[in-house]
Nanobody
Framework: EVQLVESGGGLVQAGGSLRLSCAASGFTFDDWTIGWFRQAPGKQREGVSCINNRDGSTYVSDSVKGRFTVSSDNAKNTVYLQMNSLKPEDTAVYHC????????????????WGKGTLVTVSS
């Protein structure tokens, strides 16, 4: 059974940092892209970042470039999203998802995703 479980969310002040984790199980981790997308109330889902576990290539959206970094620990089947210089507009539920490829539209190919972890950035 494919499972993706996010953790690490919380309440942080603007300018602060958080590291999200996505623990994956039930499939061959190295063969897939794991991506992060976020959903804020009243806003469209936004693909934030992804990492291709086959070749290590990554994608980061323009809205978080220079502040967020995605990484993967293939030995632990875990993907991380390091979020620095957080802004109130980063407030959302962050989900990780499995996809066959990594790029700007990776989330169009998502087939499994987790329940998400809430990130709240206060001003």
């Amino acid at each position: 059974e494919v499972q993706l479980v996010e953790s690490g969310g919380g309440l942080v002040q603007a300018g602060g940092s958080l590291r999200l984790s996505c623990a994956a199980s039930g499939f061959t981790f190295d063969d897939w892209t794991i991506g992060w997308f976020r959903q804020a109330p009243g806003k469209q889902r936004e693909g934030v970042s992804c990492i291709n576990n086959r070749d290590g290539s990554t994608y980061v959206s323009d809205s978080v470039k220079g502040r967020f970094t995605v990484s993967s620990d293939n030995a632990k089947n875990t993907v991380y999203l390091q979020m620095n210089s957080l802004k109130p507009e980063d407030t959302a539920v962050y989900h990780c998802a499995r996809s066959p490829g990594c790029g700007k539209y990776y989330y169009n190919g998502m087939d499994y995703w987790g329940k998400g972890t809430l990130v709240t950035v206060s001003s």
